[in-house]
């Protein structure tokens, strides 16, 4: 059986990379509009005839195309903002839970993860479920990614002709569009401090958090962190937890070690009195991040092997 997909912002960098991803599958056939991607009437009967629809669009523009859907039938994963908090829309993070890949398969609305609350949701989760971090802690992120994760304009300007911006801190209002998204999905009912950054290089990511174990009710040990991770993540296949050896003889991370790939590996660093712990997820900005999650999705979605396309 072939499958039709639209995806609406095809032209944008999670859609193109989200095409590139599905246009060599013969199990797939891709509605492209090419000129015409404008032309309301041709959007709507794409969004309408689709057997699912794939939104790579700003906030505004994908409640829009929403609100052209009228097919029942249509599923639908949107990439933006827009609904990862939202009543009636289920959170596209396969992994964060139990139950999350089934609620997937039965969901005709499903939001795309961005790529800092993957990482963050990812090491966070497990513990607040563990009881190891209080749901009200004070939790405070840090985070890299590259400029990619800005779409066009920030590509063109770090890519430009004499541009020499090394590394460059942001969202200082501390008011991120993120925030609520990685507080509601990791468990915790108090929001977190996040510090996003962005590195000259073109994707890849580092998302960190930063523990005093000490200060934590319980004193959980590294072992402990650890554990509670790799029991969340046991038989996965897009999200790993390095062993404790193996990151105890790390002397660093580059954050371009996944690209191109659908994969997330996790780490749990801790000093030798037990006094403080590093948490820290690598993974691909626009891989596991973005397009690469959009199309594990999809393959949920539709009742395929969800590794069907990813790397």
């Known amino acids: 059986m072939t499958h039709t997909i639209f995806i609406d912002g095809e032209a944008g960098t999670t859609g193109l990379e989200i095409r590139e991803r599905l246009e060599a599958r013969g199990d797939l056939e891709l509605m492209l509009l090419g000129d015409r991607r404008r032309d309301v009437e041709a959007r709507r009967e794409a969004l309408n005839s689709a057997d699912a629809v794939i939104l790579c669009l700003p906030d505004d523009a994908a409640r829009e195309a929403v609100s052209m859907i009228e ?10 903002t827009a609904y990862r908090v939202a009543d009636g829309w289920t959170y596209g993070f396969a992994e964060m839970d139990a139950a999350q890949r089934a609620a997937i398969a039965a969901s005709t609305r499903v939001s795309n993860p961005g790529c800092y609350p993957t990482g963050f949701i990812g090491l966070m989760r497990p513990l607040v479920k563990a009881g190891l971090v209080p749901a009200d802690w004070p ?6 990614s590259g400029y990619s994760g800005g779409g066009k304009a920030m590509i063109a300007e770090f890519e430009a002709e004499g541009a ?4 460059r801190a942001y969202g200082l209002t501390l008011k991120h ?16 401090l996040f510090s996003p950054a962005v590195g000259n290089y073109r994707q890849g990511m580092l998302v960190e958090v930063p523990l005093h174990l000490s200060a934590l009710p319980e004193t959980p040990s590294v072992e402990r962190l650890h554990g509670a991770l790799v029991e ?14 193996e990151t105890e003889a790390m002397t660093g991370i580059e954050p371009e070690g996944l690209n191109g790939t659908n994969r997330m590996r996790l780490h749990v660093f801790g000093d030798r009195g037990g ?22 999705n999809l393959n949920i979605m539709l009742g395929l092997d969800e590794a069907t396309g990813l790397k």
């Open 139 to 144: 939790v405070t992120i840090n985070a890299v």
């Open 71 to 80: 097919n029942p039938s249509v599923r639908v994963i949107d990439a933006s």
């Open 275 to 296: 006094e403080q712990a590093r948490l820290v997820a690598l993974l691909d900005n626009l891989g596991k991040g973005a397009s690469g999650a959009a199309v594990q």
């Open 232 to 245: 969340a993540y046991d038989g996965q296949r897009f999200v790993e937890v390095a062993e404790i050896d």
């Open 164 to 167: 020499s911006t090394a590394f």
């Open 177 to 192: 569009k993120h925030v609520p998204e990685m507080t509601k999905h990791a468990g915790l009912s108090r929001p977190v």
